[in-house]
């Protein structure tokens, strides 16, 4: 027997292989207990909050630094089973887990994922409802609302319409824990089709509702990080597996496009969280038999990492003043993608723009003082797990105090409601019209 080997083994951490099968709450608790014991130097386990019924909503922190955030390192989420009868996502994302603290210290890819990201997965949004559901079934089943019987993905404030809703435990949960962290890039996963759905889900003729597709400043970032998951899913790229369904080219979709939505999680994140979130529908069944679930594994582990790697996309930074402390609420944005909701700094001065590469000129507003242009290139190759870095000093004189205690918080109302017409980045195009007369004639 190799005795040093079988030394080596009793000093790793070890957790009960995880099998395929559906993990209700007192089995997910235990793996993620387990997980949390067994792997403490790299995962921290909180609940954000209880559902309906008193339940936890677990979240698993992955990362380096799993407790607490570092200037830096961005955070990234994963959020499944929003609707409780959507089911492959929530074991996908337990087998994500699996695979990350496993794969530590042995896979260079994977331990550079978590030594430069702080990931957070939340397998269950909607315990209650997925508790509820006594007899599987691929369409319908009674478990997709909360135990009040609300669709938690209506349930959120809309920038487009009021969207007059008793606002939900779950929902408020995941709102103020948004407030907690300054996550850069995030997913929720969803069944019932197979296809990458990126925002907006709602949308106004400001937005190019006219021509039945809702667009963001971000649009080229939402088709790429949309892209980048599909294409790696050997059956969701095809965008046209699911018998019934609309068929997607490449696998991707505009939300709006695909059906309007009220009240959406994805437009929420984006509009007052600064959160780039699309919507991933995994599965054509909603509840696949079990026997199915290694076969949505293989198809999504690729894609559910490189998703991940996305988040250092574009360029990140701090903004400080004449005696470098770092100054929050300073507006950080490209100059021709002003969001309604202008994206800000953090209370640790950071700011992260998810952007391509290319050039670009950023504009940093401090309230009160004059605007900063600064010309960027965002190179083809990007850094190793890392955004391109460029911090920003004020050298101004003039009192800064004011920006440490005002309020910047946009209010949660249809902000695209005040908005005057749109800009040309989403004027509609007579290429873009013909197309819409061919889809209304041959659908």
Not at 137 to 157: A, K, W
Not at 219 to 239: C, E, I, W
Not at 317 to 346: A, M, S, W, Y
Request: aromatic letters at 12%.
């Amino acid at each position: 027997m190799d005795f040093t080997r079988l030394w080596l083994g009793l000093l790793l951490p070890w957790v009960a292989a995880l099998d395929f099968k559906y993990h209700h709450q007192e089995e997910m608790e235990a793996f993620l207990k387990s997980v949390a014991q067994n792997y403490s130097s790299i995962t921290h386990l909180h609940s954000v909050g209880k559902s309906v019924k008193g339940r936890n909503l677990w979240v698993l922190v992955v990362g380096r630094y799993p407790k607490e955030h570092r200037v830096g390192i961005p955070e990234f989420k994963y959020v499944a089973n929003m609707h409780g009868d959507e089911t492959v996502g929530r074991e996908m994302l337990l087998h994500l887990i699996d695979y990350l603290v496993t794969n530590h210290g042995k896979d260079t890819e994977i331990t550079k994922l978590i030594n430069n990201t702080r990931i957070h997965i939340m397998p269950s949004m909607n315990p209650d409802g997925f508790e509820s559901v006594k007899k599987p079934d691929c369409f319908y089943n009674s478990g997709r609302g909360n135990s009040n019987d609300y669709d938690l993905n209506r349930n959120f404030p809309d920038a487009f319409e009021y969207n007059n809703v008793s606002r939900q435990p779950e929902t408020l949960a995941i709102m103020k824990w948004l407030k907690t962290e300054t996550f850069v890039l995030s997913a929720n996963l969803h069944g019932g089709a197979l296809v990458a759905s990126y925002p907006f889900d709602n949308g106004v003729q400001a937005t190019g509702a006219l021509l039945s597709r809702s667009v963001t400043p971000d649009d080229d970032v939402f088709q790429h990080l949309a892209y980048t998951y599909a294409s790696r899913n050997p059956n969701m790229v095809k965008g046209d597996q699911c018998k019934n369904k609309m068929n997607f080219p490449n696998g991707i979709t505009n939300g709006y496009a695909w059906y309007p939505l009220q009240g959406g999680m994805q437009d929420y994140n984006y509009i007052w969280a600064q959160c780039f979130e699309i919507t991933l529908e995994l599965s054509c069944c909603k509840y696949p038999r079990e026997e199915k679930l290694p076969y949505f594994w293989n198809d999504n582990k690729a894609s559910l990492i490189e998703y991940i790697k996305q988040v250092h996309l574009g360029i990140k930074g701090q903004v400080f003043d004449q005696n470098r402390n770092p100054l929050p609420n300073v507006i950080v944005e490209v100059q021709d993608r002003k969001h309604i909701c202008p994206f800000r700094t953090n209370k640790f001065g950071e700011y992260y723009l998810l952007l391509l590469p290319g050039s670009y000129t950023i504009n940093v507003t401090v309230p009160g003082h004059d605007s900063h242009l600064t010309k960027m290139v965002i190179p083809e190759k990007s850094q190793d797990f890392s955004a391109l870095k460029k911090d920003f000093l004020f050298p101004s004189e003039r009192k800064l105090d004011s920006i440490l205690v005002s309020n910047p918080s946009c209010p949660m109302i249809p902000l695209y409601k005040t908005m005057p017409s749109h800009s040309a980045a989403t004027k509609p195009s007579l290429f873009l019209f013909s197309l819409t007369l061919l889809r209304i004639f041959f659908k």
